[in-house]
């Protein structure tokens, strides 16, 4: 897939939501890690909304328009927000069946719609758009990219049971020197004055069985992780897989054993 220029449909795996009323600004930056008061008009971040004991509800990038946010969001993030506004001026909308979102992987030149609003993502350039592209990657082949970039995909790698430092998000989603959110007394803890106990590593595995996922990882015969996701790589010619591994072991070139196959850690996610 080297040099193509591919496009998958992400409209069904994402959401879209519409932020409106006067005090959006203020709710939707006390509900997530990062700092939604800076961004000006046609700005955004990407930021991840915590529960009171700094586990994840979900995440997703947040930008600031001229009298809206924009949310794209993993999904089912909707409801946990609504139970939050109480008296505030906000008005949350799902905008999902208006807007759809795409990813160009590759060269986007010329292939963004007109109007259209983009944003960074992993692996190319996110597209947010009332028309519409044509795809032309499968979600298997979308799956095999995104594993083997370690990207952590909501509902397999990362769920509510997550801290996002767990999963490699804190450059790219938390700011330590924003005001007070849901679950920062969590996050700044972990910065202060530990760590967090787990961290998401991407594993090559030798041979052709790809581990499914739940599969426990060892190390000798001490279980030291699980497997989250998993797909073969052709690029590698191998399987490779995303899981979690003890804090002491998720570095580069540790040794594991998933079912009878050898594995090694190829990186840790996010650094």
């Given amino acids: 897939m080297s040099g193509e220029i591919l496009i998958a ?25 990062n700092d939604v008061k800076r961004l000006a008009v046609g700005e955004y971040c990407y930021a991840a909304f915590l529960n ?6 979900g995440e997703g990038h947040i930008f600031c328009l001229a009298d809206t946010l924009l949310l794209e969001t993993s999904p089912g993030l909707l409801p946990s927000l609504e139970k939050f506004i109480v008296t505030e001026d906000v008005q949350i909308e799902d905008v999902g069946g208006k807007l ?33 592209l044509v795809a032309s990657i499968t979600p298997a082949e979308l ?30 989603a938390i700011s330590y020197d924003k005001g007070c959110y849901i679950g920062q007394e969590t996050i700044a803890r972990i910065k202060t004055y530990g760590h967090v106990n787990r961290q998401l590593v991407l594993i090559a595995v030798a041979g052709e069985k790809v581990p499914a996922r739940g599969q426990k ?24 897989a995303l899981g979690y591994l003890r804090r002491e072991l998720a570095r580069t070139g ?18």
């Avoid at 994402?14 to 890690?33: I, M, P, Y």
């Avoid at 007109?114 to 758009?129: D, E, Q």
């Avoid at 990882?217 to 490779?240: D, H, M, N, W």
């Fill in 9 to 33: 449909d992400l409209s069904a795996e994402r959401n879209r939501l519409r932020v409106t009323g006067g005090d959006r600004v203020e709710f939707v930056h006390g509900q997530c890690t």
């Fill in 52 to 57: 009171a004991k700094g586990k994840m509800r």
């Fill in 100 to 132: 759809t979102e795409w990813l160009i992987i590759g060269d986007a030149t010329g292939r963004i719609p007109m109007g259209a609003m983009t944003f960074a993502h992993p692996l190319g350039v996110g597209v947010i758009t009332n028309g519409s």
């Fill in 143 to 172: 799956e095999e990219l995104r594993i083997e970039a370690g990207l952590p995909l909501w509902g397999a790698d990362m769920d509510e049971t997550t801290i996002p430092n767990e999963v490699g998000l804190e450059r790219r």
């Fill in 217 to 240: 990882l060892f190390q000798g015969e001490k279980e030291v992780g699980q497997v989250t996701s998993a797909t073969l790589s052709v690029r590698l010619g191998k399987p490779v």
């Fill in 254 to 271: 540790t040794k594991l054993k998933v079912s009878e196959s050898n594995a090694e850690v190829l990186r840790v996610c996010g650094e």
